[in-house]
């Protein structure tokens, strides 16, 4: 088995992957969940150290802050927590994998559907004639 201190930043999927397994477990102490709470209020919250409209550079900190919280939650979990969580996530990969296609799909239709109702009530009605 490859070690966890093998997780680098660009490995974001697996990262995410292990949180939420650390998430589920009971023996997750509350200072290792903290950064990961903290990751995704910034990366949803509209407020950035720097502004998302400014070119490539608003989306630095973006890039910097969210991975650096990440694997510091990952790193604050407890060894026997962060084991578990990574075999787990290796394992799962291919299950979410598929899961993500399909939710992709599902959002994919519903964005079509959506859009051919609001075509179709945009559409001037075919019995009022000019």
């Known amino acids: 088995m490859k070690s966890l201190s093998r997780i680098r930043p660009w490995m974001f999927k697996l990262e995410i992957t292990v949180i939420y397994?650390?998430?589920?477990?009971l023996r997750t102490p509350l200072y290792a969940k903290i950064p990961a709470i903290i990751s995704l209020i910034y990366l949803l919250?509209?407020?950035d150290l720097i502004p998302d409209f400014i070119p490539l550079i608003g989306y630095i900190d973006d890039l910097i802050i969210v991975p650096f919280l990440l694997n510091a939650s990952i790193r604050?979990?407890?060894d026997d927590v962060r084991i578990l969580s990574l075999e787990k996530a290796r394992?799962?990969?291919?299950?979410l994998k598929r899961?993500?296609?399909?939710?992709?799909?599902?959002?994919?239709?519903s964005l079509a559907t959506i859009f051919l109702?609001?075509?179709n009530m945009l559409q001037k009605p075919h019995w009022i004639l000019n």
């Open 21 to 25: 397994y650390a998430f589920r477990d």
């Open 45 to 47: 919250s509209p407020v």
């Open 76 to 78: 604050l979990l407890p």
């Open 91 to 95: 394992k799962k990969t291919v299950q």
């Open 99 to 109: 899961l993500l296609i399909g939710l992709i799909i599902l959002v994919g239709l």
């Open 117 to 119: 109702a609001f075509q």
